[in-house]
């Protein structure tokens, strides 16, 4: 269950945000360092980033392609919500949470989290996570319109697969949802795919290797890094 301690209430895409962000090894790029190689090249430059960007105060610096992407999906994400919510039959859903494990490096901000109640003391919910794609070309919807299986997924874009396996693990609940969403098709714009924990335990150890792993390393270059003297 997630703990409400790990909520931190900060408003998304604030400056706060942005900040808290600076060096933390985050949901939507854990992908990067659970290519099978262990510290290949595209694990060793998200830890370089992500060292740099604690050293320097500064986030990585955004291409402009990826820029137009997070706005077409920024423009219809929400709207993405409010239908899902629709077809599972949810009165609402809760939006714009960033999670933070206390103590750690990992967080991570689920587009939404579905609230099934909370624990005897008050002190944890029961949630499902819910990551929502809009991919703003017909080819790239249409494949993952017809991913079925967590494992679809996977084959279709890895990132997104562990992105959702991650924020699952940050929210420590049993089920998240990855949702696929165009506005455009005037049939079949939508699809979901359900993620269960009980399916996915290899995956998940995996992953948590993985994180202690890139951490571990994260502290190695920081450390080598504050032993010299800035000139």
């Known amino acids: 269950m997630l703990n409400k301690n790990r909520i931190s209430g900060v408003t998304i895409y604030s400056d706060e945000w942005y900040r808290l962000k600076l060096g933390k090894i985050t949901s939507s790029r854990v992908g990067d360092i659970t290519q099978n190689k262990l510290y290949s090249d595209g694990f060793m430059s998200y830890i370089y980033e992500k060292v740099g960007e604690e050293l320097t105060g500064k986030p990585l610096f955004q291409e402009p392609i990826e820029k137009e992407a997070l706005r077409w ?3 219809y994400e929400n709207e993405a919500i409010t239908k899902f919510g629709k077809k599972m ?3 609402f859903v809760i939006t714009q949470q960033l999670i933070v494990v206390p103590n750690t490096r990992y967080m ?3 587009d939404a989290l579905i ?3 909370e624990s005897q003391d008050e002190s944890c919910y029961n949630v499902s ?8 070309t017909f080819k790239a919807y249409i494949r993952f319109f017809l991913c079925k299986t967590p494992q679809d997924v996977k ?3 890895s990132n997104y697969y562990w992105q959702v396996l991650d924020q699952m693990d940050i929210c420590d609940c049993l089920e998240g949802y990855f949702v696929a969403y165009h506005p455009q098709f005037k ?3 939508m699809n979901v795919v359900k993620f269960r924990k009980i399916d996915l335990i290899d995956d998940l150890k995996f992953l948590k290797e993985r994180k202690r792993l890139a951490s571990e390393k994260f502290e190695e270059i920081r450390g080598l890094m504050l032993c010299e003297k800035a000139y």
């Open 108 to 110: 991570g901000t689920p």
């Open 115 to 117: 609230l099934h109640g």
């Open 155 to 157: 084959n279709v874009n």
């Open 89 to 91: 039959g949810l009165d």
């Open 73 to 75: 999906g920024l423009e």
């Open 129 to 136: 996570t819910v990551e929502v794609k809009c991919p703003p």
């Open 187 to 189: 049939a079949g714009n």
